[in-house]
């Protein structure tokens, strides 16, 4: 975890990730009286992993190298989520089971576990991925092994499959509602974007160009710079900004350098207050390595921050930091993360099944009530109906919500004029 290792809340999540059982929520949701249990031959056609007591589920996720400063809150999520649905009385009067794969920050590793989670443990799910490129690695063996994949990360769009769903925000709901609101309330004419050299910062970049270049009026990009994963010296590219004077920094940098790169902003001297600066990519999981102090003052765009005010969320955060530690934060991922056992959950009751194919067939339409952003519903396109949202980060490592969108917005991973 490059620029983390010595933090000791870090440490100790990663220890707790690694050893913490799973344990009873009672209380925070009603308890599912169980019925008699399906036959497992009935809804169980395809050779999955499921007996008549139990189901095995897979979690993939780096908890080593330079993503585990951000992944690390998704599994522990996934596995909180795991533990209260089994606490409710489990998947169609089974308890679900999980094996965990470590995917290490490296996309290759992704592909293999994955195909060890489809193949070998013939897992009936999968949650799991965090950078597309991760995601990108694992597609082919979904598709090719017809397995489900929750995927729950804010990403550039540009994709659907019969084989995902994509719990977080695609570009619409973030990177464009982004730029029009600070545009709108900062005024903002000039942008230099700055992201970690693969798909998802390039491709939202990219984007984003087109919609400050083509789609809003008087505004340009001034520069335009890319990272490798786990770089550490950024004192060059913000002399370049500096020289600019963007109206925005617009940063889509991820995992460890995260830490690096906002030090090094305060260091050279650029006040957030006076310097707007926008990312898509920091969450409170990353402002735990961060510091509060050296990000106090920039943007986020995202659909959840752990600050919200919802009946949901204030019975989430607590239940979160009951399993995992008081001083554990909760992230827009780590949010996204918690909503695919749920979501799977429901759609395995919707369909009678836990075969791949109806579970595809029954995702559309699944609504979960209980999320901690407050309400999310399954589009036919596989991606989530979702707000948008943009939080003002504060010494405290949290966000203040500034703006929310007033209705959910209907997911479209394919907008025109945007390929």
Request: aromatic share 10%; with cysteine; hydrophobic share 40%.
């Amino acid at each position: 975890m490059a620029g983390n290792d010595d933090g000791t809340h870090s440490r100790l999540r990663r220890r707790l990730l690694m050893g913490m059982a799973a344990v009873p929520l009672s209380g925070l949701l009603p308890r599912i009286a169980l019925a008699d249990a399906p036959a497992t031959a009935a809804i169980n056609t395809t050779g999955l992993a499921v007996t008549d007591t139990d189901v095995t589920v897979g979690i993939l996720h780096s908890v080593t190298g330079t993503m585990a400063i951000s992944e690390t809150g998704s599994v522990q999520a996934e596995k909180l989520a795991i533990s209260q649905i089994n606490d409710a009385g489990g998947v169609l009067g089974r308890k679900i089971n999980f094996i965990q794969e470590d995917g290490a920050s490296d996309w290759p590793t992704f592909a293999e576990k994955a195909k060890k989670l489809l193949v070998n443990d013939k897992c009936a799910a999968v949650f799991g991925c965090w950078t597309s490129a991760s995601r990108k690695a694992v597609l082919p063996v979904f598709e090719q092994y017809n397995g489900m994949l929750y995927y729950p990360t804010f990403y550039e769009g540009l994709e659907q499959s019969k084989n995902v769903i994509y719990t977080g925000q695609e570009a619409t709901q973030q990177i464009l509602a982004g730029l029009d609101w600070v545009t709108k309330e900062k005024g903002a004419k000039t942008f230099y974007l700055l992201g970690s050299d693969y798909i998802w910062p390039r491709t939202s970049n990219k984007i984003a160009r087109k919609h400050i270049e083509n789609h809003m009026t008087g505004t340009s990009v001034v520069g335009e710079d890319y990272f490798p994963l786990g770089h550490t010296q950024f004192n060059s590219v913000i002399n370049k900004i500096k020289l600019k004077k963007p109206d925005v920094i617009y940063a889509i940098i991820v995992g460890g350098s995260n830490v690096a790169f906002y030090k090094q902003l305060k260091a050279a001297g650029i006040d957030m207050s006076k310097q707007t600066l926008m990312t898509i990519s920091v969450t409170e999981d990353e402002i735990d390595g961060i510091g509060g102090d050296n990000i106090a003052g920039a943007y986020a765009c995202m659909k959840y921050f752990q600050s919200l005010d919802n009946p949901n969320n204030k019975e989430f955060v607590p239940a979160f930091k009951k399993m995992w530690g008081e001083k554990t934060v909760i992230g827009d991922v780590t949010q996204a993360a918690y909503l695919g056992p749920w979501l799977w959950k429901l759609t395995v009751e919707k369909a009678g099944s836990f075969d791949v194919d109806k579970i595809a067939a029954a995702s559309p339409g699944i609504e979960f009530t209980k999320a901690p952003e407050g309400y999310v519903k399954i589009h036919e396109n596989h991606h989530l109906w979702s707000k948008t949202r943009v939080g003002l980060a504060q010494k405290d490592g949290q966000f203040k919500v500034v703006y929310e969108s007033p209705e959910l917005i209907e997911p479209n991973p394919f907008p025109k004029g945007y390929q």
